[in-house]
């Protein structure tokens, strides 16, 4: 299970690739894709790389393109599987909310037929 940063980067990055295997990307690239309120910098984006690098979620090479650091990230099985898990994150919740509005709808009727049957 991916943490909030680590997700918030996975998420970027499987946007940024399109639906390709794989994609030319700079930090800041990643950067501009993330809320600005969390405060991430540069550093603490490439390291979050690296860490799903090492989780096997895509292949990370470090490139230059006029100078700036580029990488090439090449998705894994891993990252398919972390769209797949994100839409049934979703449905879950979704889900649950759904069940949780029926459950309050059956106790006010159950509410408003023990009152009638009771005065």
Known sequence: M???Q???????????????????????DILGMLPARRGHTAESVEEVLHALE???????ILSERKGERMY???LHRSADAYRRGAQQMKRSAAFKIALSAAGAVVAFLVGLLLRA???
């Open 72 to 74: 090439v990230i090449t």
């Open 54 to 60: 090492y989780d096997d979620y895509f292949d990370l």
């Open 2 to 4: 991916l943490n909030k």
């Open 117 to 119: 049957i009771f005065t």
């Open 6 to 28: 680590e997700n918030e980067v996975m998420h970027a990055v499987y946007d940024m690739c399109d639906g390709k295997d794989s994609c030319l990307v700079s930090v800041y």
